[in-house]
């Protein structure tokens, strides 16, 4: 949904959504978000804040994520909260700039158009750990053969997976 932040009155607008399991498109065919298992819910609220418009909005959604050891899908509780600046002025980009803690959550336009989606999404990219395992016990795959250890055992040993470091 496109948002003409110029129409934002100064006490600002609150906006819901119900977002279905098949608006999640993953970028790539690696992309440790696979898709939602149930529907997104999310509610953002936009009001102006000196020259930013500031956007606070809380997400809540069920996920389908890609487990880092044993590639295998998952299901992730997610509920946040989130609070960013948007500045409408284009950033020009030249020189170096110093970051202050205040700039860390804000973000720059061209035009006066916000797509939620994408805050939405940025959102959700965000607040995924940094690595997402299916449970504490996964075992991984073997690095030898590649099968999931958490499903099967294999005959590889720590001689087979020197020696494939060592024909490399």
């Known amino acids: ?3 003409d932040l110029t129409k934002i009155p100064s006490e600002g607008k609150k906006f819901n959504f119900m977002l279905p399991v098949g608006w999640w498109m993953p970028d790539s065919e690696g992309d440790r978000i696979v898709g939602l298992e149930r529907p997104l819910s999310a509610s953002i609220t936009i009001y102006p804040a000196g020259k930013h418009m500031v956007v606070e ?3 809540s959604a069920r996920l389908v994520l890609r487990c880092d050891r044993c590639l ?4 992730w509780d997610l509920s946040e909260e989130f609070r960013i600046s948007i500045s409408l002025s284009q950033f020009s980009g030249e020189g170096e700039v ?3 803690e205040e700039n860390l959550n804000l973000d720059f336009m061209n035009g006066v158009l916000l797509d939620s989606d994408q805050i939405l999404k940025e959102q959700l990219i965000l607040q995924i750990p940094m690595k997402t395992v299916c449970s504490p016990e996964c075992k991984g795959l073997c690095p030898v053969c590649g099968c999931n250890l958490n499903f099967s055992t294999c005959s590889c040993t720590a001689t087979d997976l020197n020696l494939v470091f060592r024909n490399q």
């Open 1 to 3: 949904m496109k948002i």
């Open 57 to 59: 909005g809380t997400i």
């Open 72 to 75: 295998e899908e998952f299901g």
């Open 98 to 100: 110093e970051l202050l």
